[in-house]
């Protein structure tokens, strides 16, 4: 079982950045694969990007393409997502994920993730 907490959500107005990140306990994040995903209100949980365990390989969803940076710290066992010129169409609590087995590929569907965080939340002020 691996239990994953996020962090570093908060209010920032429309331009800003912020820094999530997700750090695991119980068992490390040994050959699994990462991602955030987020739900902003009234709407669906969405993916925003993903990254595999062995190949350092992402994926991002295109409304975040060249704003957001995934990336990992295996030593720390942390997740972390890089959020640059945010919009108020970012906000939403935004869920980190772990799948199990996703060595070299990367998981971009809810259902291939097998351990979720609790969420932080993100407000963009315009």
């Known amino acids: 079982q691996v239990q994953l907490v996020e962090s570093g959500g908060g209010l920032v107005q429309d331009g800003g950045s912020l820094r999530l990140s997700c750090a695991a306990s119980g068992r490390s994040f040994n050959r699994h694969g990462l991602g955030w995903f987020r739900q902003a209100p009234g709407k669906k949980r969405e993916f925003v990007a993903a990254l595999s365990w062995s190949v350092n390989s992402t994926r991002y969803a295109d409304s975040v393409k060249n704003r957001f940076t995934i990336s990992r710290d295996n030593a720390e066992n942390t997740v972390n997502l890089q959020m640059n010129s945010l919009k108020p169409e970012d906000t939403a609590v935004y869920y980190c994920?772990?799948?199990?087995?996703?060595?070299?590929?990367?998981?971009?569907?809810?259902?291939?993730?097998?351990?979720w965080g609790q969420g932080t939340r993100v407000t963009v002020s315009s």
């Open positions: 994920a772990a799948a199990v087995g996703y060595i070299t590929m990367i998981a971009d569907r809810e259902y291939e993730y097998d351990f």
